[in-house]
């Protein structure tokens, strides 16, 4: 017999000790969801309910398969017989023994993700032809899976997920239609399928249902925050007929949306099931109550959530430090030297982790990594050079410093229609014969086929602006990006959009250089990429927040949580998407053991808006953190200062001084304001003295000049 009553805390005892009927734990951050469940598991055995009739769910097969060990070494040996396995493999259980009630055979096929782009490739071609301007395969994919797990149909998914598809509605609603015929006829089942087919089968056939619920007389869910409407829907029909569902999650934790998360699901779950009894497991076993009191700081901004404060018996340890850099470059040098200082005091690098909102987000920070010597992993996003769009451009600015570069003129030269590997070869050797005399811009103004092919004669045109004497760097990044645009617009129609980004922060990394020349240096001489490593413990982890969930370390940085990037201005204007940007920084913070350090640049570059001033993210408003100004000797933290001392403002790369009050003192970053013209709206960014960029309701992004007047606080 096992003593439950010493083995757990009082939290979960309660949770375990939950005999029939609904039950919701609310498990925060390292609280020892896990435990519970095994525990639960263990007990319901042991109490002489057979192992057969209880149903474990959970999102991975392996976490089934570790929990019901777990149960069995703490307890009866016979819990390992417990069913349990991910939603997709209990459908697909259940499809096999009902499926011809839907029209399929019992011995369907079920197809993975290639299958399904080949299907969708072959669809494709028939709707538009080959050579149509249709998204590629694995973006239909995406389309159809999104509008099944978010249950919508295909013009609803595009219209919230892929606006930049919607030229295209008539035809993609065509090839999702033939798809789903296409797999009904030849029998198959993508895994997608399998959860609306097994709905299906559970709400049109009392008979089924009632055979399918009637095997099992419990049932516990495991991360019920993740799940997507469909699933919610499915553990309501398993357990028709009884009620014994136990879900474990933490609303708190409910990042996944992309995949089709639902975080509804969890609030509504006593709506679902009347009479749950609500259980908070609060006590965590991962950090120290310094950091806990900033997670609690963070998630109690939430406009809904199960209320809960996470404590611990560890209650020494370091504040968390909120630390405001000069600029990107000096967050990334900074987090280094705080990595070292680290590594001097004994913890080793794999006991580390820098956090981000966005893979492109450490593009700067793997360059100074690299730099330093310092071998690192990156976990979710991609790696700054393996991406093919911003090999492109850069090949551009290498072509522009050195003409004789020819491994970027290649490049550059298969980039334009018509252009393939063998007459990019006789052009090179063309420049190569005649650049040293003509130059090598002129020299490509005779090269073969430039008067068969217009994009020769533009590429001429550009790069005759690329090599003009005098332009500053931001000029020939800025001329290049203009040229390249249409380039990328036409190779990715599907995702040019997110790729565009990527670009955008690479003109952003120039502007932190003194040269262009010294920039595309830095890059070539030593390219930001993790090394094979002889010694596994020697490795830093960068990750997105998304991937970092469910893992933790003993320090933690989490960089750019400033406004304008952390939360992200695309969830701006939507409250559901501001909320879980919220509890994305929840999940980063809870990620740490001992040391948190949350950093954000005073300045930095976007595109088109010229040097914005750095706000902390508005989820760090009044945290309890100690506030660290990481300035510059003799410069003072943020910004210079003019000769009669007072502040300067960044604003298009020059300082300006100011005597009345700024934009900066005037408003503030997340504030709502209205403006006589435009109407509301909320203050995201700062550009110069006097300049307030503000998202408008009903007219976007606009920039207003405050000495104008018109715009006052709301």
């Excluded at 830093?540 to 370390?553: F, P, V």
């Amino acid at each position: 017999m096992i003593d439950y009553q010493a083995q757990l805390n009082p939290a979960q005892y309660g949770a375990v000790m939950t005999d029939t009927g609904p039950v919701l734990v609310i498990a925060g951050a390292g609280s020892g969801k896990t435990r519970t469940l095994v525990y639960r598991v263990a007990r319901l055995v042991e109490t002489g309910v057979p192992p057969e009739r209880i149903l474990l769910l959970t999102f991975t097969r392996r976490a089934a398969g570790e929990m019901l060990d777990r149960a069995a070494r703490v307890g009866d040996p016979r819990c390992r017989f417990v069913p349990g396995g991910t939603f997709h493999a209990v459908a697909h259980r259940i499809l096999r023994r009902h499926a011809g009630r839907l029209g399929f055979p019992d011995n369907y096929t079920v197809i993975d993700r290639e299958d399904a782009e080949a299907i969708l490739k072959e669809l494709r071609d028939e709707v538009g032809g080959k050579g149509s301007s249709l998204p590629k395969k694995a973006t239909l994919a995406n389309v159809v899976s999104k509008a099944v797990n978010v249950g919508l149909d295909v013009a609803s998914a595009l219209d919230r997920y892929y606006p930049h598809l919607l030229d295209h509605l008539g035809d993609l609603e065509s090839i999702a239609l033939r798809y789903a015929a296409y797999k009904q006829d030849m029998g198959l089942m993508d895994f997608d399928d399998l959860l609306v087919h097994c709905w299906r089968l559970l709400a049109d056939f009392p008979d089924v249902r009632a055979r399918v619920a009637g095997r099992h007389d419990f049932l516990m869910v495991d991360e019920y925050q993740d799940t997507n409407h469909l699933q919610a829907a499915i553990v309501r029909l398993l357990a028709f007929k009884h009620d014994n569902v136990m879900v474990v999650g933490d609303d708190s934790q409910s990042i996944y949306s992309f995949r089709g998360a639902r975080f509804k699901n969890i609030i509504e779950f006593p709506e679902l099931f009347p009479g749950t009894r609500l259980i908070k497991i609060e006590q965590n076993y991962r950090s120290t109550q310094p950091i806990l009191d900033l997670t609690n700081h963070i998630i109690a901004g939430a406009q809904e959530s199960y209320t809960k404060c996470l404590f611990t018996e560890t209650t020494d340890g370091p504040r968390p430090r909120l630390v405001r850099t000069v600029d990107e470059n000096h967050q990334s040098k900074w987090v280094i030297g705080e990595i070292d200082r680290l590594r001097r005091g004994g913890l080793a690098l794999n006991r580390m982790a820098v956090l981000m909102r966005a893979g492109f987000h450490s593009f700067d920070l793997e360059v100074e990594l690299t730099s330093a010597g310092l071998l690192f992993v990156k976990v979710g996003g991609f790696k700054f050079l393996e991406l093919a769009h911003v090999k492109d451009l850069l090949s551009h600015l290498r072509g522009a410093v050195n003409q004789r570069d020819f491994y970027s003129w290649q490049r550059i030269l298969r980039l334009v229609e018509g252009v393939g590997p063998g007459r990019s070869q006789e052009i090179i050797r063309h420049l190569a014969r005649h650049g040293p005399e003509a130059g090598y811009v002129e020299a490509l103004g005779t090269a073969p086929f430039v008067d068969k092919l217009k994009g020769l004669r533009e590429l001429k045109e550009a790069v005759s602006d690329l090599v003009a004497p005098g332009r500053e760097p931001l000029d020939v990044v800025e001329i290049a990006y203009q040229y390249y645009e249409p380039i990328l617009r036409a190779k990715h129609p599907d995702d040019y959009p997110k790729r565009m980004r990527d670009l955008e922060h690479l003109v952003a990394l120039v502007h932190d250089h003194g040269s262009l020349e010294e920039f595309v240096a830095q890059v070539a001489l030593d390219p930001p990429v993790s090394r094979p490593m002889a010694d596994p413990s020697e490795r830093l982890t960068l990750s997105t927040i998304h991937s970092a969930k469910g893992l933790e370390w003993e320090a933690v940085f989490i960089i750019w949580a400033a406004e304008g990037r952390f939360p992200s201005p695309y969830a701006e204007h939507d409250p559901e998407e501001l909320e879980e940007e919220r509890r994305l920084m929840y999940v980063a913070a809870t990620r740490a053991r001992r040391h948190l350090t949350v950093l954000y640049p005073g300045r930095f570059y976007v595109r088109g808006e010229g040097e914005m001033i750095g706000r902390p993210s508005r989820f760090l408003a009044d945290a309890p953190a100690e506030p660290v100004e990481a300035g510059r000797p003799g410069s003072g933290p943020w910004a210079p200062t003019d000769r009669s001392g007072r502040s300067a403002v960044f604003g298009g790369g020059k300082a300006r001084a100011h005597g009345a009050p700024s934009a900066m003192e005037r408003f503030a970053t997340g504030q709502r304001v209205t403006h006589d013209e435009h109407g509301p709206g909320r203050v995201v960014g700062f550009k110069g003295a006097d300049q307030v960029l503000v998202q408008f309701d009903k007219f976007g992004l606009k920039t207003v000049y405050t000495r104008f007047g018109g715009l006052r606080q709301a």
